[in-house]
């Protein structure tokens, strides 16, 4: 699942780096002062690779977790995207002319780097969701403590599947008095001590 995330980002900044690249300077849209041609596409494009992916990994945009949350996951992308687009802004500011219509060009690159990267990883972890609902890479789990808590977190692991936990049994603070009850068919197997 990493590798393919990061797979994912690697196309996806790479994608809006060219459309961005298409938008600026072949499109027509922008005055450019400066002709750049599709050879002079790979380096910088490269750059920008690193530097996404570096910014990906230092948010733990590449931790494994057993259930990720899709919109919070977006709203990452949205977050660490926008401050890595305006450290961008501010390593190619003009003093003498900070607002421009070129940096404009900013704002195009960022939404197309939610779009992208968001797009891949909504379509990555939901593959994911699927697999773990359909009973593939599952984690064999205990809950700790056979009480109201406990039982409504069973609760919950059974109406979430895509939680991706196969609830093996519980463990209790009191063995002797509560070994062998169970809920929803999940028993209690013993004590802390087990």
Same mark, same amino acid.
């Given at each position: 699942e990493r590798l393919l995330l990061i797979l994912s980002d690697f196309i996806a900044v790479n994608l809006a780096f060219v459309l961005v690249f298409i938008i600026r300077f072949k499109s027509g849209t922008y005055q450019n002062e400066v002709v750049l041609l599709w050879q002079d596409v790979p380096l910088p494009a490269l750059f920008m690779t690193l530097y996404w992916l570096t910014i990906f990994t230092f948010n733990q945009f590449y931790t494994m977790q057993r259930a990720v949350s899709r919109s919070d996951e977006f709203l990452d992308v949205m977050k660490y995207t926008f401050l890595g687009v305006l450290v961008l802004y501010f390593i190619t500011i003009d003093l003498s002319n900070p607002v421009t219509l070129g940096k404009t060009i900013l704002i195009f690159y960022w939404l197309l780097l939610v779009f992208w990267v968001g797009a891949g990883r909504i379509i990555?972890?939901?593959?994911?969701?699927?697999?773990? &609902?359909?009973?593939?890479?599952? &984690?064999?789990s205990l809950i700790v403590g056979w009480n109201r808590r406990g039982w409504e977190l069973l609760d919950n692991l059974i109406s979430h599947p895509a939680a991706g936990n196969d609830v093996l049994g519980y463990i209790t603070l009191y063995p002797e008095k509560n070994r062998g009850q169970a809920r929803h068919s999940v028993r209690v197997l013993g004590g802390l001590d087990d």
């Open positions: 990555i972890r939901s593959v994911h969701r699927r697999l773990l &609902a359909k009973g593939y890479g599952r &984690a064999r």
